[in-house]
Every structure is written in C-alpha cells, then in structure tokens.
C-alpha cells in the first residue's frame, strides 16, 4: 500500500510538472512567433456569439508584417477586409458597399490587425499563461488601461503554431477563430495588399 501511495503520488507530482511545463511554453511560442514571423498566410473558421445571435464564417487570410493584411470571407457571404498600412478597406459585396477608415498602427479592432504588428499586443496588454485546451496552449492578454476596444484576448499555440484566437469586445461579444492550412513563409509583396474599389460601388468614409 505504501509503495503504491508513493507511486500514485510520484505520478501526480510528474502530470503536474508537464502540464506547468506544457503553460510555460504559451508565452515563449508567441514571443518566438513575434520574432520569427514577418508573414503568414491560411484559412480560418470564425464564431461570433453575441446576445442575439451567433454566426460562424470561413475564409482565408494574408499578413505581411508589419500592419499590412487581407481578410477574406468566403462563407456564408463574401466580404472582404485590406488593411494597406494607411486605410483599411471593407467591401461587402452583397451590399455593393466599400468603407475605409483610417489604420491605426497600434493595437486594431480585429484580428487581422494584431496580428499584423509584432509588438502592439505586448505593449498594450499584459500577458500571462492560461492553460491549455485540446492540445492548444494559450496566453491570456488583459488590456493596461480601461478604454481597450477588448476585454481580453487569448492567443493559443500548437508548438510553436498559431491555432487559435479567442476575444471578447468592450460590447460583451464573443469571437473564437480556429486557423488551418498555415504558411508561415508566404510569397507576398506590398502589392497584394492594394485594394481599388470596383466600378459601380458606394464609397463611404468613417
């Protein structure tokens, strides 16, 4: 009996050694991703659950760092998101509608913005381990001052791979983004992320 206690307890001090070790690594994976990574491209499936409703997505998205990027949405309608280091362009095709703003190279409204700048997650956010799920380690990053248009943002790794992103919105809104099909050395150029409006659309301004 009392070599099986020590076993059962040698077994428990070693799960909970690999899955401190299995947090530790959150951190690390998304200041090596930061280091490594000056473009990136793929797929996604984005869920958004607010009070009323909750609607998935898919699509495909490009990065060249830093602060240039395209979101596509392919499903269930097509819209399409550029930020070109100066404007970020959003054409709904459906409405026939282009609306640009101005891009802030601090920390964005949207995923495809923090993920376009290397440092704004850090120098807005404090960053800590919070655990893993399904075989994804995430870091939890809690905005530094009250007005951040996020409550929190949880970024989570497989390795040294981007997996996931989990936010939710200053309105209580809940985004969960799984990523697939990763290239983490895309050929991409500064021309891929020009966006002319086309012919016949609105074009309104914020």
Same mark, same amino acid.
Do not use: C, H
């Given at each position: 009996?009392?070599?099986?206690?020590?076993?059962?307890?040698?077994?428990?001090?070693?799960?909970?050694?690999?899955?401190?070790?299995?947090?530790?690594?959150?951190?690390?994976?998304?200041?090596?991703? *930061?280091?490594?990574? =000056? %473009?990136? /491209?793929?797929?996604?499936?984005?869920?958004?659950?607010?009070? +009323? $409703?909750?609607?998935?997505?898919?699509?495909?998205?490009?990065?060249?760092?830093?602060?240039?990027?395209?979101?596509?949405?392919?499903?269930?309608?097509?819209?399409?998101?550029?930020?070109?280091?100066?404007?970020?362009?959003?054409?709904?095709?459906?409405?026939?509608?282009?609306?640009?703003?101005?891009?802030?190279?601090?920390?964005?409204?949207?995923?495809?913005?923090?993920?376009?700048?290397?440092?704004?997650?850090?120098?807005?956010? *404090?960053?800590?381990? =919070? %655990?893993? /799920?399904?075989?994804?380690?995430?870091?939890?990053?809690?905005? +530094? $001052?009250?007005?951040?248009?996020?409550?929190?943002?949880?970024?989570?790794?497989?390795?040294?791979?981007?997996?996931?992103?989990?936010?939710?919105?200053?309105?209580?809104?809940?985004?969960?983004?799984?990523?697939?099909?990763?290239?983490?050395?895309?050929?991409?150029?500064?021309?891929?992320?020009?966006?002319?409006?086309?012919?016949?659309?609105?074009?309104?301004?914020?």
């Amino acid at each position: 009996m009392k070599q099986q206690r020590i076993i059962r307890t040698f077994t428990a001090l070693a799960l909970t050694g690999v899955i401190s070790f299995a947090q530790a690594g959150a951190i690390d994976a998304l200041k090596k991703f *930061n280091a490594d990574t =000056d %473009g990136i /491209s793929g797929n996604f499936s984005q869920t958004v659950k607010s009070k +009323k $409703r909750t609607q998935t997505t898919q699509g495909s998205f490009q990065i060249l760092r830093p602060g240039l990027f395209k979101w596509e949405y392919t499903r269930p309608y097509k819209q399409t998101i550029v930020g070109d280091g100066k404007t970020i362009w959003l054409y709904d095709v459906d409405l026939a509608q282009v609306t640009k703003s101005s891009q802030n190279q601090t920390i964005g409204d949207s995923p495809a913005a923090i993920l376009s700048n290397k440092t704004a997650l850090e120098s807005s956010y *404090n960053l800590k381990e =919070d %655990g893993s /799920s399904n075989g994804i380690d995430y870091v939890l990053a809690q905005p +530094k $001052r009250n007005n951040a248009g996020y409550q929190y943002i949880r970024i989570g790794f497989k390795g040294d791979n981007l997996a996931a992103m989990q936010l939710k919105d200053s309105f209580g809104n809940e985004t969960s983004i799984s990523f697939s099909n990763l290239n983490t050395k895309p050929n991409l150029s500064r021309n891929t992320f020009k966006f002319t409006p086309p012919k016949g659309v609105d074009v309104l301004s914020n």
